[in-house]
T-cell receptor, first 114, second 115 residues
Framework: GNSVTQMEGPVTLSEEAFLTINCTYT??????LFWYVQYPGEGLQLLLK?????DKGSNKGFEATYRKETTSFHLEKGSVQVSDSAVYFC?????????????FGSGTRLSIRP | DVKVTQSSRYLVKRTGEKVFLECVQD?????MFWYRQDPGLGLRLIYF???????EKGDIPEGYSVSREKKERFSLILESASTNQTSMYLC??????????????FGEGSRLTVL
């Protein structure tokens, strides 16, 4: 079945460091791919998405490219800030389902030191 | 902006109690979902609904039931709460249709503690 695997956390970086959070997926067909972010005490919110191969999603300085050949969707940011501290979830849509079920990875907790 | 509202942010219940978690969305979304979130396990789908009075089991439906009597409201019911149901519960909604890429809109979550 479809699944998402993302790097385990926690990840701790200093402010202005370069960030990569790895995400790989297994899916039949052509799913859409997402990164969601959960700030402390809040629900999840969509950070970025890509709907087809080679698409690049971007938002708030974060980027991820849909790589079909490596089945990956790694999240990157060139210079992180303390306010980026949150839990990040990689996800894919199960397009076979009438309700477009979303399958989530286990989440990666990111902490940024001032 | 889409708003998904969950009725309670924090609940404390006793083992064996019946628990209702309510969720309301204001964007006329067809799809609604209940997830639970546990450390190290990510989000796991409990139930979802793609129409009024329709429901489908997710990955972990045991011990839960749902109700969708109106399009905007989706309730999660724990008939007899147990300690292993202590968790964060997240409600979400989305559009149905060819323009839907599957993006979910989440509520802020309900943290349930069962003693």
């Amino acid at each position: 079945g479809n699944s998402v695997t993302q790097m385990e956390g926690p990840v701790t970086l200093s402010e202005e460091a370069f960030l990569t959070i790895n995400c790989t997926y297994t899916a039949t067909g052509y799913p859409s791919l997402f990164w969601y972010v959960q700030y402390p005490g809040e629900g999840l919110q969509l950070l970025l998405k890509a709907t087809k191969a080679d698409d690049k999603g971007s938002n708030k300085g974060f980027e991820a490219t849909y790589r079909k050949e490596t089945t990956s969707f790694h999240l990157e940011k060139g210079s992180v800030q303390v306010s980026d501290s949150a839990v990040y979830f990689c996800a894919l849509s199960d397009s076979r389902s009438s309700a477009s079920k979303i399958i989530f990875g286990s989440g990666t907790r990111l902490s940024i030191r001032p | 902006d889409v708003k998904v509202t969950q009725s309670s942010r924090y609940l404390v219940k006793r083992t064996g109690e019946k628990v209702f978690l309510e969720c309301v969305q204001d964007m006329d979304h067809e799809n609604m979902f209940w997830y639970r979130q546990d450390p190290g396990l990510g989000l796991r789908l409990i139930y979802f609904s793609y129409d009024v009075k329709m429901k489908e089991k997710g990955d972990i439906p045991e011990g839960y039931s749902v109700s969708r009597e109106k399009k905007e409201r989706f309730s999660l019911i724990l008939e007899s709460a147990s300690t292993n149901q202590t968790s964060m519960y997240l409600c979400a909604s989305s559009f149905l249709g060819p323009s839907n890429t599957g993006e979910l809109f989440f509520g802020e979550g309900s943290r349930l503690t069962v003693l």
